[in-house]
């Protein structure tokens, strides 16, 4: 029909219009081509009409399920807002999962007490996944279809996270706070997906640089977890030396849930490896520490803040003559240290011993305090129609939040990170604490040689 | 109604250019092709990844099922539920999969990858039948459609589950719509394209169609200085230059050459000169269009040539016409009505042009024209010329005058007609009958004498007669009755004799009137022997007639018939005195005169045996001033008059001669 | 009365000649044609012949010359139309007596007839005379009979005799029964240029009607000019 009214608008004459007898000479009785409309003219009203009649069925096609917007997201009442974790609190990891949980419960439950936010009390949900990705899709899947949780907080781990990403795009329901450092839930950008603490690649950069500029070590090796937690931080610290135009002397690994470091062991002290990035859980890392030490090899270990440090440095009690640095991503929650954020009224440590007393505090439980730091800011910045938009836009509307310890929480509509500073700590007397001089260490490393 | 419709239709198309002509036709087949193309390939497209779409659905199914026995057993739902979304949500997998569920024997789900409440309906919607090892089904899902295919998850033979994994159609219907766009774009862009080129090409074949219409419009106004483009008017000179058309008469092979296969055949042809580099006509070179623009350009040059030829042969044509000498008359071929007359004619008819235009011509010329004319329509287109002598015209005022009337066919303004010249001879005529006068004078000085002798006797008798009678008286004598008696009426006798010699000679000597009479061919021939008769006698010359009485009259003038014969019978004597000179002692000769009927036509011969016609001057005896006598004695008119004068009558004159012998003239006549 | 001969085709003329010549008392003869006339002539032996010159078949002039070889002393006179001279002179030149011209005059026919008759009796001698008679003022030479070449001698010697007379004129007369043929006509001509050139006047008398008409033929009467008398020849001018 378009076409056929473009050729309308355009008549054709078939008669000049002259009478025959006053035409012109040599101006005969046929078409007369300049009366017509130019040519592009026609040509591009032609075009224009077939494109919007092919544009027409195209856009049909694309319905949006779900594009109306909630006026009020599931998982909010009038009275509560519930929550959604899946974390390993039992098994394997489960220090990482139980200390992330109860140190976020700490605040929330101090947030319950001063009356929840803008009227609504927060509930937090907790699945036990135990660190086991299919357990936590379906743990993932309770929560979001059956519980109807408003959002997701406070996941552990990162092929357990990595899992439930579909899930989460699907159902867009954010997800905040998670233990992990995965590039994944970072790269590509995910509007739900909200990072409070730095990423592996940002802690293995840092790490490597210091071995690389401060330690002077070249000869760096990695001994990784084999699933995608290992990986990433692999990938990231191969990345890392790329930038140094070096690259890994050597790769060990060793399954999720064993402790079967030998092989990898074996692999990185055949290499000769001055250094050994260490991208695990607890329990294996120390084994392998121990192992090494007794081999006589003595590289200095770097590990990922996920390994877990109070856990560590509790497996390796007795080891005297290593080197072991681990990055973190909060500071360390010293009690000694003065801080608001950890001593004061509403610190990490004072709600910690409120609410758990039995627990110490460690780098884990602070972290899960700050994510509920951050989790009650961005609900309170949403204010009373609290909507599952309304407080992805209220977190990304947090551009500095200071909490104390120069730990300052930044986001913005392109950035979902909420920290990037790597803090890097140092076995010592059973403790880690930060490092204040690499050339000490350096020094010492000389002395060791 | 649509009958007038569609040719209303069909005549707007007609009538539409050329170039939108092509771009519509075209356009049409493609579309119709393409539209074509379109159908099939999304009917073996869309079946085809239906059928696709499927497969993988089953594919992924199968997959689920076999992997997700263990699970259903071990009845590890976190296991399966991560197993069916891996499967699921597998990269480009979560366009195409819309969701998966296990369900259990009784159908009751075990795990799904949707992430809201499962849909009652889905759960029953697509069970596998128990026999079957798949069930694929497209249903409702909320908005969208998806097709469920169900496979049922076995261990050994017994099912244990099924798994359903639910595919977008969507999907497809996206790939369609992709690959209707993709269509309808590239569509557009060939339209696009072969809008284009058809624009060009018409341009191409409809510019120079353009300028050549022009051209022959201008053509058809009589205006040949067209230039038809740059490169002509670089490569042609001036008109002047060419040969052919400088001198209209010359001729040119490249024009010339058809009319000469096709009528002349003289062989002229051959021997035109074609100029070595043609400046006018041109090869046909290129493709079709410039081929046109050549053989158009070449048929403009022809036409000018032509028209050139034309009007120069015109102008002569006309200048001839309008000076001609001679009165030229155009009358139409069927009516015989004067269309056009020259000056010439109006000056000598006496008419103006007026009056002359629209006459018929038989007013001028009223006798003898119609059996004329139509000799002439019998020879049809041919260019054949006839003559009519002695035609009698009328000028203005019913003056009568002589003239030769010549007549052929021609065309004038496109309508056959004839051309009529008539050559004024009347003074031809009247000097014609002067000289038949002088001849005739002629004739009577040569008689004189004779004629003198013959008065003389019967005015010797008488005087004789009445001086014996004075004689008598005065001797006082009488007369003796009986010799007076004689004596008187041989007087009267004589005097009578001597009024009949009188009278013949008179007559004779009489100019011919100008109308022909009925005469008695007898009675001239009978006034000659009258005349010459005893003459003849005298020279021992017989002269003998054999008249058949009443043998017939003929349209003639009676002196001039007198003339004639004089002549013969004169000739005759001649011959016989040659021939006594030449051999003496010839007895005397003898001129038989004869009249008699033959084949209905009146014939009168004169014989004589005298010397006779030799071979080398019978055909020339005819003619004016030849004679075989010698020139002082004879002007050798004699027999060219007789000729003349036999011609005019209708007759015919022949001559037996044998040299030595004798010769015989035979003159026939029609008879009336 | 003398035995005459006519020779004519003509019937009416014979007729007429035969009537007027009976009656002027002469036996007439007539023949229709040439050869009729010679048989007549052997027969009869006339004195005088009239023939008429222009006949079919045998013409006058045959008949003249037949005769004139059987009898010369025979008198032929020819009858000619008009404008027939050259045929008369002709004639004469072969010994005709005369000539008559149709329409013959009565008084013609008489006077020929008679001088025929005188000159037969001449005919016996020369036939021809010629004598000087002076007169007063012009020595008159009188010419008669039939002059023909044979006078020439004579007729010189005549003519020196005039000229010795030494008067002013000298007069040639012709008496009525003089002829003259051609060979005369010479003389005569040959004499009268020799006056001229001398300067001697010369007249000719009295010629007869028909010698006149030779004279004017032949050119003569140009030459010297003609009286109608002696008196006026004579006579001063």
């Known amino acids: ?166 899930m989460i795009e699907e159902a867009r329901i954010p997800l905040l706070g998670m233990f992990t450092g995965a590039n994944a839930l970072r790269e590509p950008f995910n509007r739900y997906l909200v990072n409070v603490r730095a990423s592996y690649y940002q802690e293995t950069g840092a790490a490597v640089r210091h071995l690389v500029d401060d330690l002077g070590l ?75 030490h007794e081999k006589g090899f003595r590289p200095v270990f770097y590990l990922v803040s996920f390994v877990g440090a109070d856990e560590l440095a509790r497996r390796l009690e007795n080891q005297q003559g290593i080197t072991v640095i681990m990055s973190q991503v909060v500071p360390p929650p010293d009690r000694h240290d003065p801080s608001s954020l950890l001593t004061g009224e509403v610190g990490y440590v004072t709600l910690l011993q409120r609410y758990f007393p039995e627990d110490q505090p460690n780098f884990v439980g602070f972290e899960g305090f700050i994510n509920a730091r951050v989790l009650v800011e961005g609900l309170n910045r949403a204010g009373a129609s609290l909507t599952r938009e309304t407080f992805i836009n209220a977190i990304e509307s947090i551009r500095d939040l200071s909490l104390g310890l120069d730990i300052n929480i930044a986001f913005s509509a392109s950035d979902h990170q909420g920290l990037d500073r790597v803090y890097f700590t140092r076995l010592e007397n059973g403790q880690f604490s930060l490092i204040k001089d690499w050339a000490d260490i350096r020094a010492q490393l000389n002395a060791m040689r | 109604m ?320 309008d000076s001609g000498p001679d009165p030229i008359f155009v009358i139409n071929h069927q009516s015989f009505d004067i269309i056009d007359a020259n000056p010439r004619a109006v000056e000598v008819y006496g008419y103006s042009r007026e009056e002359l235009i629209g006459k018929p011509f038989m007013e001028l010329a009223p006798e003898h024209t119609h059996e004329y004319f139509q000799s002439l329509q019998g020879q049809g287109e041919s260019h054949g010329l006839v003559t009519y002598p002695k035609a009698l015209h009328y000028k203005k005022g019913h003056k009568p005058f002589y003239v030769n009337l010549h007549a052929s066919n021609t065309t004038y303004k496109g309508q056959p007609a004839i051309v009529l010249a008539s050559t004024d001879i009347t003074e031809m005529i009247e000097k014609d009958a002067q000289l038949i006068q002088a001849s005739k004078m002629k004739s009577l000085g040569e008689m004189s004498a004779g004629i003198a002798h013959e008065l003389n006797q019967p005015l010797n008798a008488i005087k004789m007669g009445s001086d014996f009678l004075g004689m008598m008286v005065e001797a006082n004598r009488g007369i003796p009755p009986a010799d007076l008696q004689q004596v008187v ?70 002196n001039r018939l007198q003339q004639v014969f004089f002549n013969l019978v004169t000739n005759a004597r001649d011959a016989i005195n040659e021939k006594r000179e030449r051999r003496a002692g010839s007895p005397a000769g003898k001129i038989l005169v004869r009249t008699y009927q033959e084949d209905g036509q009146v014939v009168a011969e004169v014989q004589d045996d005298g010397i006779g016609i030799c071979e080398a001057v019978r055909d020339k005896i005819f003619e004016p001033f030849f004679s075989t006598k010698e020139s002082s004695i004879d002007m050798g008119l004699g027999l060219a008059i007789i000729y003349g004068i036999v011609k005019d009558y209708g007759g015919a004159i022949s001559l037996k001669t044998r040299e030595g012998e004798g010769t015989t003239f035979k003159l026939s006549f029609a008879g009336v | 009365m003398e035995k005459i001969l006519v020779i004519d085709d003509e019937k009416p003329t014979l007729m007429m000649f035969r009537l007027t010549l009976a009656a002027l008392g002469h036996e007439v003869f007539t023949a229709e044609n040439g050869q009729q006339g010679l048989e007549v002539f052997n027969r009869e032996r006339p004195s005088i012949v009239l023939t008429d010159i222009k006949m079919p078949g045998m013409n006058g002039i045959e008949v003249l010359k037949r005769i004139k070889a059987v009898d010369p002393a025979v008198q032929v006179i020819v009858i000619t139309g008009h404008g027939d001279m050259d045929l008369a002179i002709q004639a004469l030149n072969l010994d005709a007596a ?86 005369g006509i010479a003389v005569l001509t040959q004499l009268l240029l020799d006056s001229q050139k001398q300067g001697r006047q010369l007249v000719v008398a009295e010629l007869s009607e028909n010698l006149k008409k030779v004279f004017e033929i032949v050119g003569l009467s140009k030459i010297v000019p003609l009286a109608d008398s002696l008196e006026k020849a004579i006579a001063p001018a």
């Not at chain 2, 699970?71 to 699921?88: G, R």
């Open chain 1, 1 to 166: 029909m378009f076409l056929y009214s473009i050729k309308i608008m355009n008549p054709i004459q078939t008669n000049c219009g002259l009478p025959k007898r006053t035409a012109a000479k040599g101006n005969t009785c046929f078409r007369d081509r300049s009366r017509q409309l130019p040519l592009w003219i026609k040509f591009g009203a032609y075009f224009v009409s077939v494109l919007c009649f092919l544009s027409i069925p195209a856009g049909c096609n694309s319905t949006d399920e779900s594009a109306a917007p909630e006026a009020v997201s599931s998982g909010v009442t009038a009275q509560e807002i519930l929550l959604g974790s899946s974390l390993a609190l039992k098994g394997h990891a489960s220090f990482l999962g139980t200390q992330t949980f109860r140190g976020a419960m700490s605040y929330l439950n101090h947030v319950n007490e001063q009356g929840g936010v803008h009227g609504r009390a927060i509930k937090l949900v907790a699945y036990d996944d135990s660190y086991d990705p299919p357990m936590c899709m379906a743990n993932t899947q309770k929560l979001i279809i059956d519980d109807q949780v408003f959002a997701l907080f406070c996941y552990v781990g990162t092929p357990t996270t990595v899992k439930v990403l579909p």
């Open chain 1, 218 to 292: 070249h000869k760096i090796a990695v001994f990784y977890q084999y699933d995608a937690y290992g990986f990433d931080g692999l990938t990231g610290t191969e990345l890392a030396l790329r930038r140094f135009n070096l690259a890994p002397v050597a790769g060990g690994s060793y399954n999720r849930g064993t402790l079967d470091v030998q092989e990898g062991l074996n692999k990185i002290m055949a290499s000769g490896a001055e250094a050994v990035v260490m991208i695990g859980t607890y329990d294996p890392c120390a084994k392998f520490i121990r192992l090494a």
């Open chain 2, 2 to 321: 649509q009958r007038d419709v569609i040719r209303g239709a069909a005549k707007r198309f007609r009538d539409i250019s050329l170039k939108n002509k092509i771009f519509f036709s075209i356009i049409a087949v493609i579309l119709v092709i393409s539209a074509i193309i379109a159908v099939l390939a999304r009917w073996i497209l869309v079946d085809n990844l239906i059928s696709e779409l499927e497969l993988r659905g089953i594919a992924i199914a199968r997959t689920i099922a076999e992997r997700s026995s263990g699970f259903i057993l071990d009845k590890n739902y976190p296991e399966l539920l991560s197993l069916i979304f891996d499967e699921a949500k597998l990269k480009e997998r979560q366009h195409l999969v819309s969701y998966i569920f296990v369900s259990d024997r009784e159908d009751q789900v075990l795990s799904h990858t949707l992430m809201r409440p499962f849909t009652e309906s889905l759960r029953l919607a697509n069970r596998v039948p128990p026999d079957e090892a798949k069930s694929v089904r497209l249903f409702r899902l909320g908005e969208q459609m998806a097709y469920d295919i169900a496979i049922p998850v076995t261990q050994g033979i017994y099912r244990i589950g099924t798994v359903h994994v639910g595919l977008n159609k969507d999907h497809i219907d996206q790939l369609v719509a992709k690959l209707r766009t993709t269509f309808l774009g590239f569509l557009s862009l060939v339209v696009v394209i072969i809008f284009v080129i058809t624009h060009r090409l018409a341009k191409y074949i409809t510019r120079p169609i353009f300028k050549l219409t022009q051209i022959s419009e201008e053509l058809s106004k009589g205006n040949f200085d067209v230039k038809l483009d740059a490169e002509q008017v670089s490569k042609g000179g001036q008109p002047q230059e060419c040969p052919a058309f400088a001198n209209p008469d010359a001729t040119c092979r490249h024009l010339d050459g058809n009319l000469a296969a096709a009528g002349a055949g003289d062989g002229a042809a051959e021997t035109d000169p074609v100029c070595r580099d043609c400046q006018f006509y041109r090869r046909q070179r290129g493709d079709e269009v410039a081929q046109l623009a050549d053989a158009f350009y070449n048929m403009i040059w022809g036409i000018r040539l032509y028209r050139r030829r034309l009007r120069e042969s015109e102008k002569k044509y006309r200048s001839l016409f």
């Open chain 2, 489 to 558: 009426a041989e007087m009267s006798a004589q005097v009578d004799r001597a009024a009949e010699i009188i009278n013949t000679l008179r007559s004779f000597g009489r100019k011919a009137e100008l109308v022909m009479e009925r005469v008695d061919i007898n009675k001239p021939i009978q006034a000659v022997f009258t005349l010459v008769g005893r003459q003849f006698e005298l020279d021992n010359i017989r002269l003998e007639l054999a008249l058949t009485p009443g043998v017939g009259a003929i349209m003639a003038h009676d």
């Open chain 3, 98 to 183: 005369d000539f008559l011209n149709k329409p013959i005059q009565r008084h013609l026919l008489e006077q020929a007839l008679k001088r025929a008759l005188e000159r037969r009796h001449l005919a016996g001698e020369q036939g021809w005379e010629m004598v000087l008679e002076p007169a007063e003022s012009a020595a008159v030479i009188v010419i008669q009979g039939n002059i023909t070449a044979k006078a020439e001698g004579r007729f010189q010697a005549v003519y020196q005799e005039a000229v010795a007379l030494n008067k002013p004129r000298i007069v040639l007369h012709f008496k009525e029964n003089a002829t003259i043929n051609g060979a």
